[in-house]
Structures are given as C-alpha cells and as structure tokens.
T-cell receptor, first 113, second 113 residues
Framework: DGGITQSPKYLFRKEGQNVTLSCEQN?????MYWYRQDPGQGLRLIYY???????QKGDIAEGYSVSREKKESFPLTVTSAQKNPTAFYLC????????????FGPGTRLLVL | QKEVEQDPGPLSVPEGAIVSLNCTYS??????FMWYRQYSRKGPELLMY????GNKEDGRFTAQVDKSSKYISLFIRDSQPSDSATYLC?????????????FGAGTQVVVTP
C-alpha cells in the first residue's frame, strides 16, 4: 500500500527545545516537501528536496532544518529559533516533474507547552 | 499581492445545492491546475487536475480553467454533507517553479442537511 506517513500525529514542544517531525514515503518519488499550515493562510513552503542529499529553502525556512539522506525519508527539525512553531505541518512528495501533482501525508500538529 | 487569490469563506450551502469555488492568479505562465480537498485535521487529497484551459468533469465535480482571465473554478453538483471540507486550489508550470506548487488560502465549505 503506497503512500506517505508522518509521525507523530501530535507533538508538544517546550521552550528552547528542538523537535523532529518524521516523513516517510514508499511511492519512489524523487521530490519531497514540507509545508506549514496556519488558519486562513493556506500552505506555506518550508523546505523542499529534489533529490537525495540535496534540499532548498522555501518561503519560510528560518527556524527550521531538514536532511535528505535517503530517498524515502525527509525529516524536519523545528529548532528553538522558530519563535512561533504552533501549526499543522504537512509533508508531500512528487516525481518532481513540473506537470506532476503532489501527494500529502496526514500531517503533524505541533503545540507549544 | 499574493500570486494566487482564493476567498477563504466560509461558504455555507444547503444539501443538494451547487457549490461554486474559484481562484484567480497573476502569473500567466501557470499551466497545470489542481483542486485539493482537505478535511479537518487531515492532509489534502487531490480532487481534480487540469492542464491548460478547458473543462474537466468527474462525477459531481467539474473543474474549469480560463487562462485568458487567469481564473479557475470548481463546481460541486448535488452537494452532500460529506463535501464539507476546505478546498484548496493549486497551480504550477511557471518557468522557474520546477515541481513547486502555488496554493490558494483555501475555501471552507459547509453543506448543511
């Protein structure tokens, strides 16, 4: 059963703490993406990766970091430098071709304690 | 000004009515147009995909693209309470966009029994 999984479903962060959100896909897609969703603001691109060991900043990369060591995995770390991390985080993947659409995971909701 | 504009709603309709959603955009290079449906606290799922101008129909859903007016629409006929969700438009194909999508803010739709 192909798809994208994200874990955990809910994540709580304390002040000054780094937390890592997991994203795994078994669709054999080259490209992967991380979005942040806030109420009324649609999806904003944080980071994207076109291929293993390469990634690019999106529109709101400050306070976030990523790695792409395996084709299947694209974890996102929310660092303590991100002052307003409470949001719904979505991971997506695609073949990377301009005409191809993106497939989304179920999302992780991050809350600050 | 945002590259893709979408009225956030909420849009409330009675069951059985036609739901009409739309997005406008400013970048004439966009060629690929998508509508995603997102239920509360879930990841978006692809609903309709259209290339260039024209209409596409899939069951109760019709997507229209008017590139001359930079305007896309989604119509839902015989709406059901299960259609209550947020609908996001997305588009790609600009020369420097590679596989990236530009999203609208999403329109919340409520279908009342």
């Amino acid at each position: 059963d192909g798809g994208i999984t994200q874990s955990p479903k809910y994540l709580f962060r304390k002040e000054g703490q780094n937390v890592t959100l997991s994203c795994e896909q078994n669709l054999n897609h080259d490209a992967m993406y991380w979005y942040r969703q806030d109420p009324g603001q649609g999806l904003r691109l944080i980071y994207y990766s076109q291929i293993v060991n390469d990634f690019q900043k999106g529109d709101i990369a400050e306070g976030y970091s990523v790695s792409r060591e395996k084709k299947e995995s694209f974890p996102l770390t929310v660092t303590s430098a991100q002052k307003n991390p409470t949001a719904f985080y979505l991971c997506a993947s695609s073949t990377g071709q301009v005409q191809e659409t993106q497939y989304f995971g179920p999302g992780t909701r991050l809350l600050v304690l | 000004q945002k590259e893709v504009e979408q009225d956030p709603g909420p849009l409330s309709v009675p069951e059985g009515a036609i739901v009409s959603l739309n997005c406008t955009y400013s970048n004439s290079a966009f060629q690929y147009f998508m509508w995603y449906r997102q239920y509360s606290r879930k990841g978006p799922e692809l609903l309709m995909y259209t290339y260039s101008s024209g209409n596409k129909e899939d069951g109760r859903f019709t997507a229209q693209v008017d590139k001359s007016s930079k305007y896309i629409s989604l119509f839902i006929r015989d709406s059901q309470p299960s259609d209550s969700a947020t609908y996001l438009c997305a588009m790609s194909g600009a020369t420097d966009s590679w596989g990236k999508l530009q999203f609208g803010a999403g329109t919340q739709v409520v279908v009342t029994p």
